[in-house]
């Protein structure tokens, strides 16, 4: 059965002159040459990190530029892009519509992350409750194949360029991509561990995503007088607010309080971030700077302004800690910095860099979707979010089957 909306659009489109039927048509064919130029204007005015240390945006945009321009339909030109946004090695710079045969959002999909270190690409992250934790995969392995590809040719897969070409943080990013692989598709991964080699066939990783997307907002914990808020990825669910709130009031009693950001990869919203934080401020304080290039790239003058954090709630008294780690992303990383502003203190290892406040747009003739971060984003001392370290740092932050680290390093 057909939808009204539907069936209204194509009663329209009966009720047009056939001339003004085939002006819309002509205006919506696909060329190209001009969702190029459009696609290269939007990266120039208003990326907020067209170049940075490891990515020379225009050098990027070169070695596609004749790819595109000849893509000989939307789809293939579509595949271009996903290739430039792999190079620009920003999991907040996604380029759709996806279908299953394309490679999975990082870090949400993802449950492992790794790192080349000159010679070897290791597995140094393993996520809790992913396929990979379950069958064994653990930090310290070599990646020999994936999907029967060496990671070599892996990489140059993900990125569409020679290895050659690429910048260790280029490299490291489309590593990641492939351990995660495609969308709907199940992974094979061949792994050195010590003196053996393993095969380890693995679910696609978006079950994960979807296992998590399709249980509770957060999660509650007493460990003696430590309670703890675990966020399940849904920092975008403004029924967090009101979910939070009922959680810490349930943990009134404790003294100390963990809330835990190691699983929030896909980010959020600042109304949500607000929400939480609002808890631990009696008064209106700074938690996060913003600065739009756009405007001093395209209007002149430069636009910074601070983002602050009002009282919300019922304030919570005790020690505060708040953790991330490798699967912290967006949100949760402006929630880390934004904490650490107000005084509370943060534990973990490196965050998941997704890069600037998310924007969308789309291209003109072409039905690529892009989504990429269009406000730079700072600590309020001026520290780029990504630089951020949390205070009581760790090289490894996920629990795993022998215990948790955060835990055990703030009960120290």
Not at 33 to 58: C, I, M, N, Q
Not at 140 to 166: K, N
Not at 357 to 386: C, H, K, M, Y
Request: net charge negative.
């Amino acid at each position: 059965m057909k939808s009204p909306s539907l069936i209204a659009c194509i009663a329209a489109l009966l009720s047009l002159p056939a001339t003004a039927v085939g002006a819309q048509e002509r205006a919506a064919a696909f060329e190209a040459p001009k969702a190029w130029a459009e696609f290269a204007t939007l990266l120039h005015e208003r990326y907020g990190y067209f170049a940075r240390s490891g990515v020379d945006g225009e050098r990027i945009l070169a070695a596609f530029a004749d790819r595109a321009r000849t893509a000989p339909d939307d789809k293939a030109f579509i595949n271009v892009l996903q290739h430039v946004a792999h190079n620009f090695a920003d999991p907040h710079f996604v380029v759709g519509p996806l279908d299953s045969e394309d490679w999975s959002i990082v870090p949400t999909a993802s449950d492992l992350f790794g790192r080349y270190d000159g010679g070897n690409f290791v597995i140094s992250d393993v996520r809790e409750n992913g396929d990979a934790a379950g069958q064994g995969v653990r930090p310290g392995m070599t990646v020999v194949r994936v999907e029967g590809l060496t990671p070599r040719a892996a990489v140059e897969d993900v990125t569409g360029r020679r290895f050659a070409e690429l910048s260790a943080l280029q490299i490291d990013f489309a590593f990641n991509v492939a351990l995660a692989g495609h969308r709907k598709r199940a992974r094979t991964l061949e792994l050195a561990d010590g003196g053996r080699q393993r095969r380890f066939a693995l679910t696609a990783s978006n079950d994960l995503a979807q296992r998590i997307e399709d249980g509770p907002l957060l999660t509650v914990e007493r460990h003696g007088r430590i309670g703890v808020i675990r966020i399940n990825n849904s920092l975008g669910d403004q029924k967090l607010i009101a979910a939070f709130g009922a959680a810490l009031a349930g943990l009134s009693d404790t003294d100390t309080l963990l809330i835990d950001l190691r699983n929030t990869p896909s980010g959020g919203n600042t109304s949500v971030a607000r929400g939480i934080m609002g808890h631990f401020v009696d008064h209106d304080r700074p938690y996060q700077m913003h600065v739009v290039p756009f405007e001093t790239r395209v209007l002149g003058p430069t636009r910074k302004f601070v983002e602050y954090v009002a009282p919300f709630g019922t304030r919570y008294p005790g020690k505060v800690y708040v953790a991330g780690g490798r699967w912290t992303g967006s949100m949760g990383e402006g929630l880390m910095i934004g904490f650490d502003a107000i005084g509370a203190t943060t534990v973990g290892s490196v965050l998941a860099h997704l890069l600037g406040a998310l924007d969308n747009a789309t291209i003109e003739g072409s039905g690529a979707t892009i989504d990429l971060g269009t406000e730079q984003l700072f600590t309020v001392t001026g520290l780029p979010r990504e630089s951020y370290r949390p205070t009581l740092y760790l090289d490894h932050a996920e629990r795993t089957a022998q215990g948790d680290p955060v835990l055990a390093a703030i009960a120290r």
